[in-house]
């Protein structure tokens, strides 16, 4: 496998919004710390994300001391928002599933509906020790995740991306490739593997933290998004569709539940324990 090592660590502050990239990051029991604590809502209470709102892409938010954000688009002025107070809680439905949140305020609601044109909220996770368990068909008791989409880590690896691209580029959307990682959104990015060597990882350890492979990841519209305009397109889900079909889902990556906890550092070494 050569020297397998932690490439590149990203989290989500505001589940939908761009990447933001990190030397070292936290890992908690629920994911890494302040990836996916906060999320924009509809007026009934969904979780939005670029399934509906590609535009979200285009908006950061990054983590200030305290763990409050300071969020920015093209054509806003920035917004700083505090975390909010403990106090009455909202529900969110986020795929169906009912979970409490605190809402952020006036403020930050009005940024990010005028971000994507339409009245929405944004919330916070104050208690993800409590909050929302993991998908129970694949979650040991106890273990519980925050706003990402059911796990709390995703793993890709460079390789697979190498492979994926390859076959986009002798496919008939030719001109969409190579597609980027940040498509697919993932907590972290090893390299020194060999292409889709993940698919049959079972525990495996990041430097000093160790962690169940949960499942593999399903993809879905999101990854046809340009992560800084918006813009869709077919790939990489017609691809994955010929060549990474698993039952009914289109496969690239890992979901990874931490079994301890610990700091990762790019350049980690990455060990297969089963």
Same mark, same amino acid.
């Given at each position: 496998?050569?020297?397998?090592?932690?490439?590149?660590?990203?989290?989500?502050?505001?589940?939908?919004?761009?990447?933001?990239?990190?030397?070292?990051?936290?890992?908690?029991?629920?994911? &890494?710390?302040?990836? @996916?604590?906060?999320?924009?809502?509809?007026?009934?209470?969904?979780?939005?994300?670029? @399934?509906?709102?590609?535009?979200?892409?285009?908006?950061?938010?990054?983590?200030?001391?305290?763990?409050?954000? @300071?969020? $920015? =688009?093209?054509?806003?002025?920035?917004? =700083?928002?505090?975390?909010?107070?403990?106090?009455?809680?909202?529900?969110?439905?986020?795929?169906?599933?009912?979970?409490?949140?605190?809402?952020?305020?006036?403020?930050?609601?009005?940024?990010?509906?005028? &971000?994507?044109?339409?009245?929405?909220?944004?919330?916070?996770?104050?208690?993800?020790?409590?909050? @929302?368990?993991?998908?129970?068909?694949?979650?040991?008791?106890?273990?519980?995740?925050?706003?990402?989409?059911?796990?709390p880590l995703l793993i890709t690896s460079l390789s697979s991306l190498h492979s994926l691209n390859s076959l986009i580029a002798q496919g008939d959307h030719?001109?969409?490739?190579?597609?980027?990682?940040?498509?697919? !959104?993932? $907590?972290?990015?090893?390299?020194?593997?060999?292409?889709?060597?993940?698919?049959?990882?079972? !525990?495996?350890?990041?430097?000093?933290?160790?962690?169940?492979?949960?499942?593999?990841?399903?993809?879905? &519209?999101?990854?046809?998004?340009?992560?800084?305009?918006?813009?869709?397109?077919?790939?990489?889900?017609?691809?994955?569709? !010929?060549?990474?079909?698993?039952?009914?889902?289109?496969?690239?990556?890992?979901?990874?539940?931490?079994? $301890? !906890?610990?700091?990762?550092?790019?350049?980690?070494?990455?060990?297969?324990?089963?």
């Amino acid at each position: 496998m050569g020297n397998a090592e932690l490439h590149s660590i990203h989290i989500h502050p505001v589940k939908a919004f761009r990447p933001v990239g990190l030397g070292e990051a936290v890992v908690e029991p629920w994911g &890494l710390a302040g990836d @996916r604590r906060w999320a924009v809502t509809d007026d009934g209470g969904k979780v939005v994300t670029q @399934r509906q709102q590609p535009h979200l892409a285009s908006a950061v938010a990054e983590l200030s001391p305290g763990g409050g954000l @300071r969020l $920015s =688009a093209p054509g806003l002025e920035p917004c =700083a928002v505090p975390v909010p107070p403990p106090g009455a809680t909202v529900t969110v439905d986020i795929f169906g599933e009912k979970v409490e949140a605190v809402g952020a305020g006036a403020a930050a609601d009005a940024w990010c509906s005028a &971000l994507v044109g339409a009245a929405v909220r944004l919330v916070h996770m104050d208690h993800p020790a409590t909050r @929302r368990p993991v998908d129970p068909d694949f979650a040991r008791p106890g273990e519980t995740v925050s706003f990402a989409d059911g796990f709390p880590l995703l793993i890709t690896s460079l390789s697979s991306l190498h492979s994926l691209n390859s076959l986009i580029a002798q496919g008939d959307h030719a001109d969409e490739g190579p597609v980027p990682m940040d498509r697919f !959104r993932p $907590s972290v990015v090893v390299s020194g593997t060999a292409a889709w060597a993940e698919d049959d990882w079972q !525990r495996i350890a990041i430097g000093e933290v160790t962690f169940r492979v949960a499942k593999p990841c399903g993809r879905c &519209l999101v990854t046809t998004t340009d992560q800084t305009t918006g813009e869709r397109g077919k790939e990489p889900l017609r691809t994955l569709g !010929r060549h990474r079909r698993f039952g009914g889902s289109l496969v690239f990556g890992q979901n990874l539940v931490p079994e $301890s !906890r610990g700091t990762l550092r790019v350049g980690d070494p990455l060990t297969i324990l089963e």
